[in-house]
DNA sequence: TTGAAAGCGCTAACAC
DNA sequence: GTGTTAGCGCTTTCAA
C-alpha cells in the first residue's frame, strides 16, 4: 500500500554529495556552496524529496509542534481562539495539532504522551482532568501553559479573562438600567463559574442589593439547562427576577427563548446578559447583551507564553487576565 | 527545562535484560519466561517508562494513529462526526490527531506531509484544496478517505450524505404543505450545494411547479448571509416566496431572525427548513425543521473504510451516501 | 528464551 | 566546504 518514499540518502546519492550536505541544505546552513547548494535543491526536486519528520524530530531537540488539548471540540470560542494560537505559532514556524480527550482521563494521559514523548514542544490546555498535584509535576518537566480553564497555585501559567471583574460589570450594567431582582444561572462547578458568582455577588453589594439565593440557578452550560432553569425562575419565584445574568451564552439563548415561550418579552419583562459574545448571541432572538471575551488574544499570548517556557525563559508573568468587554445588543433595555 | 526521559535501556539495565527482551515484553511478545516478564514490568513501574513514540513509529511501520484533515473549526457538525470516528478508530486502538488548515493551500501541504512522512498512518479529510489529480495521486500511495465533501472520479472514497435526495426530500415536504413559491438560499460553489440544488429542482418538477431563478439566491453558508439573502428574497420579489429551503441550518437561522425582523411571521408567512440538523436549529426561535444528517455514523463509516485501507484491503464499495432525514419542528406547518 | 546488532531517517560533532 | 560517523529510541532479525 504505502509507496517507497525517498529518502535523505537518495538525494545524496542522486547530488553526488554526502548526507550531511544534503542536511545542510535543508536546514539553510551557511556552508554550503552556492554549486552544490544549487545541485542539491535540483535533486530535492527531481525526485520530489521530502524529509521524514520522525527522523528529524527523534535526533533533533526540538519538533516545532505544539499540542492543543481540549476537553471537547464542542467549545463555541474554539475556533477564534485557535486563531490567535496558530497565528502566533507560525511567526514562529512552529505547527499545532488539536486533540480531544472527550473528558476521558486515560485518553488525556495517553495524549500527554505525546509530550513526554518529545512528539509535540509543548502544550496548550483548554481545562484539564489532571489534579494540582500532576500540574505541578508536568509544569515542572515540560513545557505547558492553560488558557481560559485554569488551576493556581501549580506555578503553571495561565492565559484567562478575568472572570470576576467581567460578571461584576455585567450585573453592574443591568443594575444601572435599574434592575434590583437579578438573576443568576451559573454552575455549580469549575473556577470559572465560581469567579463570575463572586463578580455578581460584589455587584450587588455594591449596589445595596440584599443577596437572594433563590434567585441563583446552576445548570452545565448546555441550551437545554438554559431553557430549563429560566422556567423555575419565572415559574418558582412569587417576586420573580426582571433581569438574569447567564455566564454564558448558550445558556443565555435558552433563557431567552424559555422566557418568550412562557409569555414574557425580551428584554422589556426580561433583561438577559451572557458572556463569551459568541456566534449564538448575535444569532439569538434578539442578540444578545453579553460580555466579549477577547478570545484571539486570550489564545495568542497562551502561544507567547509558551514559546519563552520551550525557549527555557521563564515568562515574565505565570498569570494573565484579560478584561472582558460589555457588548450592548438587544436584551438588555432602560428598565421603565 | 525538558527532563531526561527514561529510556527502554534504562530498563533494561534496571531489570539486568537486553532492550530487545524489554521490547519484547513491551510488545506481549508470547516468547518471555514469566519471571522475566514480571521482572521487566517490575523495572517499568518502577522508572515510571514510558516508550518513546518517535523511536517506536521510526521503526514500525505504523503510527496508530490517524488525522482529520480540516479547513476550518468553525463547522457546527465537528463535534459528533468526530465522535464517530474517534469511537471506532477507538476499537482498532487507533488515536486520532485533528488538524486545521485554516484555508491556507500552503497549510494543507504541509499537513500531508505529516503522511507522506509516517507520521500518521491515514487521513480523513473535510474538504480540501487538492485537485482532482493531486487527489487521486495521494490516494495512490496513502490511505485517504473523503468525509462530507467530497469529489468524485479521483477514485478516493468517500462518505457523506445523500445530498440530492436529502433537499428533494425537504422541498418535496414543503409542496405537500401547500407551498407553490418555494425559494433557496444555495451556495455557488462546491459539490455540496450543486447537488441539494438539483434536489430542489427535481422536487419542483415533480410537483409541476415552474422554475424561478429569482427564488435562489447564493450565500456563503453563513448567519450574515442567511439574514441578507432573506430580505433580498422578500424584497425583491413582487410575488413574495411563502417557503424557503435553506442549505444549512445557519443560514436557515438568519432566514427566520430576517424575516421576523421585516414583519413576517415564522411558518405562518414563511416556512423555512434548514439542513443539517445541528444545535442551531433546536436554538432557533422557533425552532427549524431541517434534514437531519447522520453524523455520528457519517465519521463512523469514514474510519471504518479507512482501517480498511490502511490494512491494505481495499474497501468493498467506494462511495458511500448516507439518507438525510427529516426533522420536522416549529419553522412549518400546514398552508392556511 | 534471550542477547547482540543492524538499521529506521535524520542531525551535528569532528575531521579533513 | 564537505565527508565520515555516532547516535536519537525503538523493533526485529539472527544466532546462541
Same mark, same amino acid.
Given at each position: 500500500m504505502r509507496k517507497k518514499v525517498v529518502t535523505i540518502q537518495d538525494v545524496a546519492q +542522486? /547530488? %553526488? *554529495? +554526502? *548526507? /550531511?550536505?544534503v542536511s545542510r541544505v535543508l536546514n539553510n546552513s551557511p556552508r554550503v556552496k552556492e554549486r552544490t547548494r544549487v545541485k542539491v535543491q535540483e535533486a530535492i526536486r527531481q525526485l520530489k524529496y521530502q524529509p521524514n519528520l520522525l527522523g528529524r524530530d527523534l535526533r533533533r531537540d526540538r519538533t516545532k509542534r505544539i499540542m492543543i488539548l481540549l476537553s471537547s471540540l464542542d467549545y463555541p470560542m474554539l475556533k477564534e481562539v485557535y486563531k490567535g494560537v496558530e497565528e502566533s505559532a507560525r511567526n514562529y514556524e512552529y505547527s499545532t495539532i488539536i486533540c480531544s480527550t472527550s473528558g476521558s482521563k486515560n485518553k488525556e494521559e495517553q495524549l500527554l504522551q505525546l509530550l513526554k514523548n518529545r512528539f509535540v514542544d509543548g502544550v496548550i490546555t483548554f481545562g484539564t482532568t489532571l489534579t494540582a498535584q500532576e500540574l505541578r509535576q508536568l509544569n515542572r518537566d515540560y513545557p505547558i501553559v492553560q488558557c481560559l480553564e485554569w488551576m493556581g497555585n501549580t506555578g503553571t501559567p495561565y492565559v484567562s479573562v478575568d472572570n470576576e471583574k467581567g460578571a461584576r460589570d455585567a450585573v453592574t450594567y443591568l443594575v444601572k438600567l435599574g434592575h434590583r431582582r437579578i438573576a443568576m444561572i +451559573?454552575?455549580? &462547578? !469549575? =473556577?470559572? /463559574?465560581?469567579?463570575? &458568582? =463572586? %463578580?455578581? !455577588?460584589? /455587584?450587588l453589594q455594591e449596589a445595596g442589593i440584599s443577596y437572594d439565593a433563590n434567585l441563583i440557578k446552576y445548570g452545565d452550560f448546555s441550551y437545554e439547562s438554559g431553557v430549563r432553569l429560566t422556567k423555575e425562575l419565572l415559574e418558582e419565584n412569587t417576586s420573580r427576577p426582571t433581569a438574569v445574568f447567564c455566564i454564558n451564552d448558550t445558556m443565555a439563548v435558552g433563557c431567552a427563548n424559555a422566557a418568550r415561550n412562557l409569555g414574557y418579552s425580551v428584554p422589556e419583562d426580561l433583561a438577559i446578559v451572557g458572556f463569551d459574545d459568541t456566534m449564538e448571541a448575535l444569532m439569538s432572538a434578539p442578540p444578545l447583551t453579553t460580555m466579549r471575551q477577547p478570545k484571539y488574544e486570550l489564545g495568542h499570548m497562551a502561544m507567547e507564553i509558551l514559546m519563552r517556557k520551550i525557549n527555557g525563559k521563564e515568562p515574565e508573568t505565570n498569570a494573565v487576565l484579560l478584561p472582558a468587554q460589555l457588548v450592548i445588543r438587544n436584551s438588555t433595555v432602560v428598565k421603565r
Open positions: +542522486s /547530488a %553526488g *554529495v +554526502s *548526507v /550531511a550536505t +451559573s454552575r455549580n &462547578e !469549575g =473556577q470559572t /463559574a465560581l469567579l463570575r &458568582e =463572586q %463578580g455578581y !455577588g460584589l /455587584a
